[in-house]
């Protein structure tokens, strides 16, 4: 067990807090910080909690500080990772792509250069030369989208829920005889707008894209779970077996039907819901339809970097 070793400033800190509970009756969290003789670097939680008397007035406060040295270090430890995880992104965007562009010229060129000698076997060569090009192109922006999802948490703004779902519907396009309901308990939220909809983007584009029929049905509900909503992406597919639910959300897995796409979908899903605090999960029987649950807080939490403005 590590011995506290409390820095000079903080009987100047907890008197701060101190007043500043007494002013405005409601629990205050600071933090100090602090440096040992032998450059040890320590962080601690102070709790500053109002009690009150009888006539409702706070009384007295009370105190309590915990050593949160090793949450920072893991903080850190996070925040290293998910730098490298941008310069990959980075490198994945500048250094992968342009190859890719080229190469993809480069078979447009000889089939021009060649055309009237190309059989039909060759013309089809480069078309699947052309496939797998745009394959590689889209497994890239898999991995970037997967990089930069929930890494930190964008701008906060009012949303209505239902208006970012017809959006998306309507970007991705329905085939013909597709439908897509919504419930009309849907909320306005002010909340990360950019990466609620990629969410909805996702599954929404899952569902349509993995459904066995043209006149598919989405259903789009939410549920109140406290401080969270639960939403639910419902259709009436083919399902998901049992033994593919547990992988569906890492990264390049694809469903029972192996579909063209690069199986990265659902582990941005993941990713940005984790990040707010949320769940995501999957209710399935074969032959009986896929409902994607996710939760969303009402209110997103403080210590996710989000700093609230005064304006809408």
Known sequence: MRELEYPEETESILSGGVQQVLRDGEIVV???HYTSPTGVHGAFENILSPMRGPDGEVAFVVGSTRDITQRHETEQALRRANAE???FAYV???D???PLRAVHGLSSWIEEEVAGHLSEEGRERLELLRERVRLM???INGMLDYARAGTRVGELEEVSVADLITEVVKAHGLPEGFRVSLAENLPHLRTDRLHLRQVFANLIGNAIEHHDRADGHVWI???DRGAFHEFSVADDGPGIPPEYRGRLFEMFQRGPDRKAGTGVGLAVVRRIVERVGGQVWLDSSPGQGATFRFTWPKRLRPDLGVEESSSV
């Open 30 to 32: 600071n933090e100090t």
């Open 137 to 139: 192109d889209d497994l």
């Open 92 to 94: 994945a965007s500048h």
């Open 96 to 98: 992968l792509k342009a």
């Open 221 to 223: 509900s939410v549920r």
């Open 85 to 87: 995880l941008q310069r």
